[in-house]
């Protein structure tokens, strides 16, 4: 019996020292990572490069939205900033900067001053514009632009009866080259008359590619009924800034780009239908421009009726080197005026 006594006490002790040795081990991290492995492991991580997309994708969405408040410039009417306002991604141009761009055709000099002037002057005048800004606003860079008409509306069908002309590659090639010398973006900008964008987006598809290049559509000359471009004025509604939208937005995700810039004309009601439908989307960052001409008092009631009232994202304005002074008091608007809009527009283009 004793004997039997002794066997079975050493069984109990081997019994507890294997479990004891086994939490040992457990707590010691054995069968796991040991604490040195960790730290390593840790030390590694901490190490190895990531990337700044991969960190951060989007910018400081803190500075985004005081950039975007202090935009509003005290408008006290509950519209703006708008709403539903997404954070961009990283690389956006907006609100951080504001365009100033020059607009035209290389083939014609009635179009605008692009192709009123002779290259080098024109981008003299650029500078001289850039040079106001800087001066009237010092507290957000200025950067230049070039606004090209890549498809044209026309007053004869063509041979396709679309009433629109597309520019040959070797024109949006020269503005390309033009832009270079400034290290300016370039808009391209579609006038669809009786064809659309479904159709004409594709054909551009290599330039908006770019990370520079990005785009403007006009509704005055969408003419959805069938009418003759400038018998009357056109339209888009939100499927048709929607479709855009959704189409540079997989543009941005399949090449890794910037977000892109959209420009959408407006100077009347109608142009733009249905506005509280529009997509917003990190990849696109849209512009409602005021695109009407006249007197300075005019062309800011126009922007107060169709831009401020309907609220999209960010704001732009337009400037006629000719037809506004053409209207008493005979002046272009200045810089100093637009900063007092409520909202500031971001985007400035100079016909």
């Known amino acids: 019996m004793i004997q039997k006594n ?8 081997l019994i507890f020292l ?10 010691n991290g054995e069968g796991t990572t040991s604490d ?15 990337k700044e997309e991969e960190k951060n994708p ?32 990283a690389g956006a141009i907006l609100p951080n900067k504001r365009i100033i761009a020059y607009y035209g055709n290389l083939y014609s000099t009635r179009m605008g001053i692009l192709g009123e002037l002779p290259p080098k002057e024109m981008l003299a005048r650029l ?10 606003d010092s507290s957000m860079e200025s950067i230049p632009a070039l606004h090209y008409i890549a498809v044209v509306a026309q007053g004869s069908a063509g041979k396709d009866g679309k009433y629109r002309n597309r520019m040959p590659d070797k024109q949006i090639d020269s503005v390309l080259t033009i832009a270079k010398q400034r290290d300016a973006l370039v808009f391209l900008d579609i006038q669809v008359a009786l064809s659309t964008i479904q159709e004409e987006l594709p054909r551009l598809e290599k330039y908006l590619a770019m990370p520079n290049v990005h785009l403007g559509i006009d509704p005055e000359f969408s003419m959805k009924d069938g009418s003759r471009p400038g018998k009357r004025i056109g339209s888009y509604n939100a499927a048709d800034i929607n479709y855009t939208t959704e189409y ?8 890794g780009l910037p977000p892109k810039v959209l420009v959408v004309h407006r100077f009347t009601q109608g142009m733009v239908k249905n506005y509280k439908d529009i997509e917003l989307r990190p990849e ?8 009407g001409w006249g007197s300075p008092e005019l062309k800011k009631g126009t922007y107060r009726h169709y ?11 337009k400037i006629f080197y000719k037809n506004d002074i053409k209207h008493a008091p005979n002046r272009l608007i200045t810089p100093e005026e637009l900063l007092k809009l409520k909202p500031i527009p971001v985007y400035i283009q100079y016909q």
């Open 6 to 13: 002794k066997i079975f006490v050493a069984l109990l002790s």
């Open 18 to 27: 294997s479990t004891v040795a086994v939490s040992c081990a457990q707590s």
């Open 36 to 50: 040195s492995e960790q730290d390593s492991l840790s030390q590694a991580s901490e190490e190895a490069p990531v």
């Open 58 to 89: 989007f910018v400081d969405s803190t500075l985004f939205r005081q950039q975007v408040q202090a935009l509003t410039n005290g408008d006290t009417t509950g519209k703006w900033p708008a709403k539903n306002q997404p954070i961009p991604l």
């Open 127 to 136: 500078d001289e514009e850039l040079e106001r800004w800087k001066k009237a």
């Open 248 to 255: 540079l937005q997989q543009l941005v995700k399949e090449h």
């Open 284 to 291: 696109v960052q849209i512009v409602m421009h005021m695109d």
């Open 307 to 317: 831009i401020h009232k309907e609220p999209v994202e960010f704001t732009g304005f």
